[in-house]
């Protein structure tokens, strides 16, 4: 399915395009089951992008412009930087011809320049205008070191400024996304822990081992990563590491299976599956600063994936009682009970405001809200599939493979538009920063 960004059409286009998409999607939707979610998606994104934005080449760098106006553009905003009414440095000048701009379609406009200042730095100075009412917001402005990697950082940080100012509502342009690559032999692999920004763009390694890297998670703040590492013919121990780098810490040194980490809210503790006791899986918190081990779960059979709330009041997990079919649960500290939410299911993650919940079921990712109520669901390839939601809760990351190629996908969740991130190795388990 196509993804529509109004960028330099006319305002009034825009809207009827919108009425003729809704009354396509009204009709679809009476004839269509599987793909309903899909057809109410595109009225969605239309209503979503009647906020086309001009991007005025920046005085001192216009190339940071056009990235800037890629950014947004790929964020639904309808951004352009090309063909523009006219080109101006003064808002005095688009002021006096807001009707010029909003016959072009244009509701806003952005100027910027870019200055180097001391220290090998770059000064990026921008401000927003609105064609509908003439405002100019106040001139923003943000610090870059004076190379292409820090540029690149600093333009998804105004693209995020500029989005937000524009819509209200958080972008999903900045933040990191951690994951795993494999290389070698299923019984002889090395597999290493890397970090990229949105864009893909910039890739670090945080951490290296013979063997296997499982199920990374952020902590709330975005600052350190908590995974599984399991050495060939080893059992996996939880490890935690800084974002930032350095060596990782060992946390759970615990005999039999620890894995599939979560970080509590406020960053204290740890909820993990481990198997030391009678070498059943169960569910433990592990108080980081006490170093104190407590058992939360002590069912028959495995329980895995537990996933804090993000008030801490409890979490999702998996289940299987007993048998090869693994069922979501929610478990409430206050109460201590579980309750069911989803059946035949798998790999569940919630979204930063836990309004809504992903999940793996028979080879496809479902969206749910947090109670189990199905929003969507799509078919991926691959075996071993996990998914994140972005910082917005309106994309998803997660791995997919096809043949010999293993990739990363970024999916709106709004548009149905995806993006792939091509890799060298097999990639799993990718998560998202807040």
Do not use: C
């Not at 940080?157 to 100012?165: G, R, T």
């Not at 309106?394 to 538009?417: D, E």
């Amino acid at each position: 399915m196509k993804t529509i960004k109004p960028s330099t059409f006319s305002q009034v286009f825009t809207q009827s395009l919108i009425i003729a998409l809704s009354t396509a999607a009204i009709t679809a939707h009476a004839n269509q089951t599987a793909s309903d979610d899909e057809v109410l998606v595109i009225t969605k994104q239309v209503a979503a992008s009647q906020k086309p934005v001009a991007i005025m080449p920046f005085a001192g760098d216009a190339a940071l412009s056009g990235t800037i106006s890629s950014l947004l553009d790929g964020a639904g905003l309808g951004a352009n930087s090309q063909n523009l009414p006219m080109l101006t440095q003064s808002s005095a000048q688009i002021t006096s011809s807001l009707t010029q701009w909003r016959n072009a379609g244009y509701q806003h406009v952005v100027l910027g320049q870019v200055h180097s200042i001391t220290g090998n730095k770059v000064a990026i100075n921008y401000q927003i205008i609105n064609t509908q009412t003439g405002t100019v917001s106040s001139q923003q402005t943000q610090i870059s070191d004076n190379t292409p990697t820090a540029k690149r950082a600093a333009a998804h940080k105004v693209s995020d400024q500029i989005f937000q100012a524009i819509t209200g509502n958080t972008s999903d342009l900045t933040g990191v996304i951690a994951y795993v690559e494999e290389s070698g032999s299923p019984t002889n692999k090395t597999s290493s822990l890397k970090i990229m920004d949105v864009s893909g763009q910039t890739i670090r390694t945080l951490d290296t081992v013979s063997g296997s890297i499982m199920t990374p998670v952020f902590s709330k703040d975005g600052t350190q990563i908590a995974y599984s590492t399991q050495a060939n013919q080893g059992l996996p121990v939880i490890r935690v590491i800084s974002v930032s780098g350095g060596q990782p810490q060992l946390v759970t040194p615990f005999w039999g299976h620890n894995l599939a980490p979560s970080f509590s809210p406020d960053g204290t503790s740890l909820l993990f599956s481990g198997s030391h006791e009678n070498n059943n899986p169960n569910i433990y918190r592990l108080h980081l600063n006490a170093n104190r081990l407590e058992r939360i779960t002590n069912l028959s059979g495995a329980e895995n994936s537990p996933n804090y709330l993000p008030d801490g009041s409890g979490f999702i997990y998996t289940a299987d009682h007993g048998t090869r079919s693994q069922s979501l649960q929610r478990y409430d500290f206050n109460s201590g009970r579980s309750q069911q939410i989803a059946a035949r299911a798998s790999n569940p993650r919630l979204s930063l405001d836990g309004s809504k919940l992903v999940y793996v079921t028979s080879g496809r990712i479902v969206i749910a809200s947090p109670q189990g109520r199905v929003q969507q669901s799509f078919a991926v390839p691959g075996t071993e599939v996990s998914a994140s939601f972005s910082p917005s809760g309106n994309s998803i990351v997660y791995a997919a493979s096809q043949g010999n190629q293993s990739r990363l996908v970024v999916r709106s969740l709004t548009s149905n538009a995806s993006r792939t991130i091509l890799s060298s190795g097999t990639v799993r388990d990718p998560i998202w920063s807040n």
